[in-house]
């Protein structure tokens, strides 16, 4: 079994009950708060609830994204548009185990993981002392980001 973090994201329709859903679709075992943030990359558009996700899988790392974005799909994703635009639901997978993967469709860590407060801070709910692969620790990373900021 090993050990993800998935982030959650939602800006349209029931954004609670969509990000309580995918987590459940996931089976995820623990959730962090749920938090309203504003928009990135993109801020034209409604602000967005976020949340992490921890799931133990026995899948493999492409299999495991897969399944993410089955669970997007079921809750009324759509990849057409916009990057960083509005959505119903987004299924970000932050952290695979100790794994550091970089391949097309598939980067972990996450490679915007350590640039986003809205990921890290109830990232460093669930798991503050979590090593990020190739960096310092979820707690230190999210220091580092509210200093600079």
Do not use: C, K
């Not at 504003?38 to 994204?65: D, I």
């Amino acid at each position: 079994m090993t050990l993800a973090y998935v982030g959650l994201g939602s800006n349209l329709g029931d954004r609670e009950s969509l990000i309580r859903q995918a987590a459940e679709l996931i089976d995820a075992i623990r959730l962090s708060r749920i938090i309203e943030t504003e928009p990135w990359g993109y801020e034209q558009q409604p602000r967005f609830l976020n949340a992490v996700a921890e799931v133990e899988t026995p899948l493999a790392a492409r299999a495991f994204l897969d399944r993410l974005l089955d669970a997007e799909r079921h809750l009324g994703r759509e990849r057409p548009g916009r990057q960083w635009g509005p959505r119903t639901i987004d299924l970000d997978l932050l952290l695979f185990g100790d794994e550091e993967i970089d391949e097309p469709g598939l980067v972990v860590p996450h490679p915007h993981l350590t640039q986003r407060l809205f990921v890290l801070e109830p990232l460093a709910e669930l798991a503050p002392s979590r090593r990020i692969p190739g960096s310092d620790t979820v707690q230190a990373a999210l220091a580092e980001l509210q200093s600079s900021g």
